[in-house]
Each structure stands twice: as C-alpha cells, then as structure tokens.
C-alpha cells in the first residue's frame, strides 16, 4: 500500500482480504483464541511467533485498524488503545518511569495537562511545560538530564495554537530523546508530523478519525525513526532486558521500526489493559474510509465561519490558524497547507450572558462538551467545562467569559452561517 496516496490508504490500507474472504474488515468478537498444542501457544507467549491469544493485548479486528492508521501517518508500527487519554499517556509511560522528566508544550487538551501534571507527577514523573511560541533558547533550558521526552499537539485543543514540529524535533533529537505529537486535530489528512520529525504520533481516535460521535478511542503510531540504542541509558525499558517478558530486549529484538509499539503491547496493555473493543475499531475503520473525504470540508467550514465571525460587529476576537492575520497563519500554512480542522474559538462582546443567549438561539449547533464530530457542536468554557471559575479567573486562565469554541461539522456552510446569524440578532 505505501505508494499509494493517502486518499487511497484512507479506503484500503491495513486490510486486504484473500480469495473468499470478508471485503470489509471481519470483527473478531473473541476474547480469546485457540490452539493445537501448548508448544504453539508458547511461541506467541515468548515473542517467537506473531498471532493471537487474548484479546487484551492484541486482536486480528484492531491490528487491522492499526495497520491502516500506521500507513496514514508514514510510521512502520502502530496500536489502538481504549481512548485517547490511554494513548497519551501509554506514549509517555513506555520510556518514563519515577525520575523521569517531560519537557511538554503547555498548549494541550485540559486531560493530557491534567494527566501529565498531577496524575503522573504522582508517579514521580516530572514536567516542564513550555509556551508552544517560547524561543529555542527557552525550549533548550527546559531540558535536564532525566528528560526522556517532549510532547505538544498539531494544533492544540482548545487553544488552536499551532505547535512548531521543527523545533521541537530538533531541540529533542539534540537533547537524546523522542518528539511525542498529538496529532488528533489536523489528522494525517491535512498534516503528518512524522515528515517533519516527529517520532511518535497519537490520536484521540475519538474525534475526526471517527468523526461520527460514535466511539471513545485512541492510536499510538511509531516512525520506526528513533535510534533507542544510540541512548541505550536514557531508555532502559526498550535496550535492557525485560524480566517480565522472558528477558527480551525489545530494541535488539524487534529493532527501530517494532520496539516501541511491541514494549507497549506486551508490558503497557498486558498491565494497564486499556484495549479498543473490536467494535470500536470496527466503527472507527467506518470512520477512516471517509477521512480524506470530511477533513477538506470541516476545514472549508470552519474558515468560512472565523471569516464570518471576524466581520461580525458583536463579535470581539475569533482565533482560526488558517484565518489570514493569525497569529499562527505563517507556521499553519507551513505544516497544514491544504487546511486544518473545523474548530474555531471566538469571544462574544458582552460575556457569560451574552455567550448563554447567543448559544440558546442556535438551531443547527448543538450545545456538547465534544468536538469533531459530522455535526456542528459548540460550547461555552465559562457556563460549562469552567463554570466553578470567576471571571477574573478565567481571565487569568485565558478563557474569557465570552468565549465560544464551536466545532463546525459537515453541514452546509451557508446554512451554518445563517445559523450563527440569527443567534446574533437575537442579542
Ligand atoms: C479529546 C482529546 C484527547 C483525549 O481523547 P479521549 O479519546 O477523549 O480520551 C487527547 N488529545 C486531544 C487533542 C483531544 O482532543
């Protein structure tokens, strides 16, 4: 599949059926797998051959999905995890233990701050969190000798920064360790981190990928990049042996291309055991054949909406990467020339109230905590997700009560617009 162009992978890669088979992917509904002998069954336990034999760890139905997902972003190994948060977090946890340090952007999605912060503080893994915008000198002083890797997404959720992928992969290669990307806004559709240095890139599957609302999901994808060896001290996980896996040393055994997604299969999902059911990955594929299709129109709808917002008298400020005159327009073009994604964020004149009452009147945007979905959603930080905080508060935060994150769907963008046209005049 991989000369293919990735309109092409998005329909058939991963999958492809022999004579007599199942055109579309089979759903392995089986949490466990038969053999002849338990010689057999012990191959697969030492590493020795590749099959399956329970569903926690692996399955033919995911692998399938995963396979099509490591096409789409150029990586040589991919898999799927029960949702996006256990994909970030897996990413990180495969090559940081107690005393590691993270240098990450401080520009992410609320639960991967919250994960990287409190919940794996907790585990005596330590964070610097730098402005996505900082200097390659500020990037440069946030990195100790306990790094063991940098992380920041495409474009940020909710903040719709745009994350530099070159300088961030060039201070992390400088400094011995691996660039982590969230890639779930752009989607391999309009960018691929990998082919600006990226070394591992997840998805909250969760959102464009299925883009239907349907399934909770996540993916790890590896580039196959990354010379573990070279800093065999910094990751002793992937270069030393694994007691707990019959000694295998997974950067001598499966090499570049297979260490980091088989350590993560074999001691991540076989202890933590976030695995995707086979229906979610089925549905998720559902998703996948139609990526190339949706993605050019969430990114048609969602510049004609900021450039609808941006003449709007009751309007404050609106904040679109690919909106000429944003801040981040230059770097947005750069990575994601042909478009970004659907979601726009922009602040009402007049507030909480006025935000309550605009959102009220919509009829086509519903009001949900969700973005990236078929249809339009919208939500309001300071009467929802945020609601415990003061205005002062979410001033300092960087939320103003105004604000109004709308993800624009696949609807027309005439009638969205009308849409957002009506709820205006009514405040
Ligand atoms: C939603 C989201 C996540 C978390 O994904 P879930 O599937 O909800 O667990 C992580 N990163 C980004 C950028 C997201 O938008």
């Avoid at 002998?37 to 051959?49: I, N, P, V, Y």
Wanted: with cysteine.
């Amino acid at each position: 599949m991989s000369d293919y162009k990735i309109n092409t992978k998005c329909v058939q890669a991963g999958y492809t059926p022999k004579n007599g088979e199942p055109r579309q992917i089979p759903i392995v509904q089986s949490t466990t797998f038969k053999y002849d002998t338990s010689e057999d069954m012990g191959k697969l336990f030492d590493l020795e051959a590749s099959g399956y034999f329970y569903t926690r760890l692996q399955n033919p139905t995911n692998d399938y999905v995963a396979a099509k997902i490591a096409e789409l972003e150029g990586g040589t190994a991919a898999m799927l995890t029960s949702s996006g948060q256990a994909a970030n977090f897996f990413a990180l946890f495969n090559i940081c233990e107690t005393g590691s340090h993270i240098v990450a952007s401080s520009s992410i999605y609320g639960g991967t701050f919250n994960l990287i912060a409190v919940t794996m503080a907790k585990m005596g893994i330590d964070v610097t969190f730098v402005s996505p915008d900082c200097s390659v000198d500020e990037l440069n002083d946030a990195f100790k000798d306990n790094t063991r890797a940098v992380f920041g997404e495409t474009i940020a959720n909710p903040a719709l920064t745009v994350l530099d992928i070159e300088k961030y992969a060039k201070a992390a290669h400088e400094h011995g360790v691996p660039l982590i990307v969230d890639n779930t806004f752009p989607t391999p559709v309009h960018c691929r981190p990998i082919e600006w240095g990226a070394d591992i890139v997840t998805h909250s599957t969760t959102k464009y990928m299925d883009g239907h609302g349907a399934a909770v999901g996540g993916a790890i994808i590896d580039s196959g990049k990354f010379d573990w060896m070279a800093h065999a001290d910094k990751f002793p996980g992937l270069t030393t042996p694994d007691e707990s896996y019959h000694g295998i040393t997974y950067a001598e055994k499966f090499g570049k291309e297979g260490a980091f997604i088989t350590k993560c299969t074999a001691q991540l999902m076989r202890d933590f055991g976030c695995i995707q059911s086979p229906q979610h990955a089925f549905i998720l594929n559902l998703g996948l054949e139609s990526l190339h299709v949706r993605m050019p129109r969430h990114a048609e709808n969602g510049l004609a909406v900021a450039k609808f917002l941006q003449n709007h008298p009751k309007v404050e400020s609106v904040s679109y990467p690919h909106l000429e005159g944003n801040k981040y327009y230059d770097i947005a073009m750069k990575y994601m020339p042909d478009g970004g994604c659907g979601v726009v964020s922009f602040e009402i004149k007049g507030g909480r109230q006025a935000a309550e009452k605009f959102m009220k009147n919509l009829k086509l945007a519903a009001i949900e905590t969700h973005v990236a979905d078929a249809r339009t959603c919208c939500l309001n930080p300071a009467t929802s997700t945020h609601r415990q905080m003061t205005d002062e508060q979410l001033l300092a935060a960087g939320i103003p009560a105004g604000l109004v994150r709308m993800s624009c769907g696949l609807e027309d963008k005439e009638d969205l617009i009308a849409d957002l046209k009506q709820a205006f005049d009514a405040i």
